[in-house]
Every structure is written in structure tokens, then in C-alpha cells.
């Protein structure tokens, strides 16, 4: 990404395959920024808010998938968003989910972009380099 600031990418993926095959991809788009991996909801809670409730200061941007154990992704992107110290990083789900109205949902939610992965194999790597793309040229906004 463009920015003078590096940006963690918080890829938040129960699939270690898609896991996998999203960072993959994105560093065929030339992302090379630090891509940090969470397994489910919880484990990202943990990171976006830290030890004893503290938020990470680096700069973040989440890929975020909606079906996660422990705890889903849209409390995950609900909690975000709720919360003055996080409401501003950036969010795009990445999930299989394309009904209309889970995407509406997202939306109200707060998050900034929905992506639905394609099921085939070529369509998927291929939709993960053009997010890169698109992130490549994305301003995350600057901690206030």
C-alpha cells in the first residue's frame, strides 16, 4: 500500500486453505504488507483490542469472514464499530454469503466493502488479486 504509514492486515479466515490461498493471492497483487492470521472471532478480538482491553496502534485494515467459531464476524465487525478506538478501521467481508440481505446487514453494521468469494478455485484466486489491487490504492485513515 501507498501509505507512509505500514498497514497490518488482519485476516480474519477459520479456512487455513483460504487463508492460505487470500495471502497467496494478495502477494501476487504485490500487498506486502505484514498479513496477521486470526482463526476465529475471538482470537481477533484479541488482537484488534490487545491485553487488558487496549487497542493495537499500528495502523489496521480487516478481511474479515462472517462464519467463525467462538465468536461470528459480524459481532466481530459490530464490536469494531462500536467501540471510538476501532470504529475506523477499515473492514471488507470476505465471505461466501451473497444474500442480499446479510449483505445489507453487513453494511448497517459499518463495514466498508463485502466481497463474496466465488467457489471455484480460478475465480476465487482471481478475485482475491483484484482486492489487492484495490488495496493497494486505499488510504486507511490516520489515528485520531
Not at 492460505?20 to 494478495?26: M, S
Not at 470504529?87 to 446487514?105: F, G, I, M, Q
Amino acid at each position: 500500500m501507498p501509505n507512509t504509514r505500514e498497514v497490518t492486515i488482519l485476516l480474519v479466515e477459520d479456512d487455513a486453505g483460504h487463508a492460505r490461498l487470500i495471502e497467496k493471492n494478495l502477494r501476487r497483487s504485490r500487498v506486502c504488507n505484514e498479513i496477521r492470521v486470526a482463526a476465529d472471532g475471538q482470537e481477533a478480538l484479541d488482537y484488534l483490542f490487545g491485553d487488558g482491553g487496549q487497542p493495537r496502534s499500528s495502523p489496521l485494515l480487516v478481511l474479515l469472514d462472517l462464519k467463525l467459531p467462538k465468536v461470528d464476524g459480524y459481532e466481530v465487525l459490530e464490536r469494531m464499530k462500536a467501540d471510538e478506538r476501532t470504529r475506523r478501521v477499515p473492514v471488507v467481508v470476505l465471505t461466501t454469503t451473497d444474500d442480499a440481505r446479510e449483505v445489507a446487514r453487513c453494511y448497517d453494521l459499518g463495514c466498508n466493502v463485502y466481497v463474496t468469494k466465488p467457489v471455484e478455485y480460478e475465480r476465487f484466486a482471481e478475485a482475491i488479486r483484484n482486492l489487492g489491487l484495490f488495496l493497494s490504492v486505499v488510504t486507511i485513515p490516520e489515528e485520531v
